[in-house]
């Protein structure tokens, strides 16, 4: 699925930080706004989340895997929307399936079904999980030409990040939250342009664009955001995305945080690297609401989990305790917000 890396240093944002480090130091201001150290400061005691269960999230992701590749205009693609409103019903949530009319870089014009399911759906406070759920329809990483024209499984690339936040929503069901909590499937992810270059741009991520563009109620707005991208692969690893960095920084630091203190800390790497194109892009830029990227990147390889883009991305490639990791994490986030 991925789109553009471009490895820039974020050099605006460090011009910014330095423009904001000379004034906040300079000997006038420190004069006329004294610091006050609060006094009695009271530190809000931790909820102890629900326990995820990964052999329950595996299961969804199976039930996507068993579909059969989600590719726009297929009856898996279609049977996968219907799947989602179900189960989303099932554990009390409001949903409804955003439609919207997309045209992909190979000109071909399609329907796209982005799936939202609001908990708590009045609370004024809320926060959005997404993930993508659609599969890519060829396999350009393959060697073998005539597997490079058949569709991926989609399966870690897609099915995971869904299956996890279908998890999520099941244990709210259980224990409510304070928050409100927005789940949302972006489709059309992963129709994007290959092979890079300047025409690549905006031929990703059509779901998140669209939304972004027509949020599913007027004036609606997000304390934050949490998109998950190939997130149950055995020994994930999922270090500081650049554009996360740069637009919600303070959400990466709490994310990272929550993660050390449930045990999933592990999967978590706190080194920075580039900037990744994905859906959070679009909510961060158009939308204006910060969003992170929860995103299998090894940072040592420089590349995706060894099975993006190809027929390999099957159910053989999920480990539930990585599922277990990556929702524990967003459980601890959720009640403690």
């Not at 009695?40 to 595996?58: H, L, Q, W």
């Not at 996968?80 to 045209?103: C, D, H, L, P």
């Not at 998109?227 to 994310?255: C, P």
Request: proline share 5%; glycine share 6%.
């Amino acid at each position: 699925m991925m789109i553009k890396l471009s490895f820039l240093n974020l050099k605006n944002s460090a011009a910014l930080l330095t423009v904001c480090a000379i004034v906040s130091c300079s000997p006038e201001k420190q004069k006329e706004e004294p610091v006050v150290v609060p006094q009695n400061t009271v530190t809000k005691p931790r909820i102890v989340p629900p326990e995820f269960n990964g052999d329950s999230a595996y299961a969804f992701v199976k039930a996507q895997a068993d579909m059969g590749p989600r590719v726009p205009g297929s009856k898996a693609h279609e049977k996968s929307v219907i799947y989602f409103k179900k189960q989303f019903e099932r554990f009390g949530a409001q949903v409804m399936i955003q439609s919207g009319n997309v045209t992909t870089f190979d000109k071909k014009s399609w329907v796209l079904k982005n799936v939202i399911a609001s908990i708590n759906p009045t609370s004024a406070n809320r926060i959005i999980l997404a993930a993508h759920y659609d599969s890519r329809p060829f396999s350009e990483k393959e060697t073998d030409p005539k597997l490079k024209e058949k569709p991926c499984p989609g399966v870690n690339d897609g099915a995971s990040g869904a299956g996890v936040l279908l998890e999520v929503a099941r244990i709210l069901q259980q224990k409510n939250p304070e928050i409100g909590v927005d789940i949302i499937l972006f489709d059309l992810e992963d129709y994007g342009m290959p092979n890079g270059g300047p025409d690549m741009a905006d031929t990703w991520c059509l779901g998140a664009q669209y939304w972004s563009k027509n949020p599913h109620k007027q004036n609606y707005t997000a304390r934050f955001g949490v998109l998950l991208d190939m997130v149950g692969a055995k020994d994930a690893m999922f270090a500081r995305e650049g554009y996360s960095v740069f637009y919600a920084n303070d959400i990466v630091t709490k994310v990272w945080k929550a993660a050390e203190v449930c045990g999933s800390g592990k999967y978590f790497n706190k080194e920075e690297y580039g900037e990744i194109t994905d859906d959070h892009f679009y909510i961060n830029k158009i939308a204006q609401i910060p969003c992170i990227d929860i995103l299998h990147y090894d940072i040592y390889k420089g590349s995706f989990f060894d099975h993006h883009h190809k027929n390999s991305d099957d159910l053989s490639t999920i480990d539930k305790n990585t599922l277990k990791g990556v929702g524990q994490t967003l459980l601890e986030v959720i009640y403690n917000e």
